[in-house]
């Protein structure tokens, strides 16, 4: 399974930002993919999942209302949109997929990894 993630930058507080992750090498649709996020000095922390073949999706509290994921499985792509970004909300984010339906929210659970994307937001 390959991931690769893009769409990041620089952008003002308040303002709105989506990533997308395109997807290759599944081996079937039974698969979690997440969205993650790693700021300097931190650990890695989870940020959204969806199921890939249910509609099933959650986003952590410290972003619900502000970032929403989606995904569109024909173009094998996964998409965060984070709207009224804060400073806090800068860091790498990484797209990740785990097989099985089991939900999991933390990075040691997932097998395959995108690079990362860099977003930063200016106060």
């Known amino acids: 399974v390959q991931l690769q993630a893009f769409g990041g930058g620089l952008v003002q507080a308040g303002g709105s930002l989506r990533l997308s992750c395109t997807i290759s090498?599944?081996?079937?649709?039974?698969?979690?993919m997440a969205w993650f996020r790693q700021a300097p000095g931190k650990e890695r922390e989870f940020v959204a999942r969806?199921?890939?073949?249910?509609?099933?999706?959650n986003v952590a509290d410290s972003v619900k209302g502000r970032f929403t994921i989606s995904k569109d499985t024909a173009k094998s792509t996964m998409y965060l949109q984070m709207n009224s970004l804060e400073s806090e909300d800068t860091a790498v984010y990484y797209c990740?997929?785990?097989?099985?339906?089991?939900?999991?929210?933390?990075?040691?659970?997932?097998?395959?990894w995108g690079q990362g994307t860099q977003v930063t937001v200016s106060s």
């Open positions: 969806i199921e890939w073949s249910g509609g099933s999706a």
């Open positions: 090498g599944l081996s079937s649709n039974n698969y979690q």
């Open positions: 990740a997929a785990r097989y099985g339906s089991i939900t999991r929210a933390y990075p040691g659970d997932y097998s395959y």
